[in-house]
């Protein structure tokens, strides 16, 4: 059975960083792209950063290209997210998901950017 678990999140002050992880269990990690999601109070779910499995190829949604960075540690079963400079428009509760399994989600990290 696959498992996600997102963790890291927390409150911070706009302008500051902050890291969040994603850890799964399950299926052979190393073999699938992995994405981070996000999704604001009262809104959809979006995508906003992809990595193939290698971790050689990545892609951002517009509104975090050049703050956020999408790695993985195919060792270690997980996917990180690194958010610099974050917005208050960048509050909301991020998920990652495995396109081996695509209908699976974890629970999600909640961020929070205060003004």
């Known amino acids: 059975q696959v498992q996600l678990v997102e963790s890291g999140g927390g409150l911070v002050q706009a302008g500051e960083s902050l890291r969040i992880s994603c850890t799964v269990t399950g299926h052979t990690f190393s073999r699938y792209s992995m994405a981070w999601f996000r999704q604001p109070p009262g809104r959809q779910r979006l995508l906003i950063a992809h990595?193939?499995?290698?971790?050689?190829?990545?892609r951002y949604a517009d509104s975090v290209k050049g703050r956020f960075t999408i790695s993985r540690d195919n060792a270690r079963n997980t996917v990180y997210l690194q958010m610099n400079d974050l917005k208050p428009e960048d509050t909301a509760v991020y998920y990652c998901n495995s396109d081996g399994t695509p209908e699976v989600w974890g629970p999600g990290t909640q961020v929070t950017v205060s003004s």
């Open positions: 990595i193939n499995w290698s971790g050689t190829d990545t």
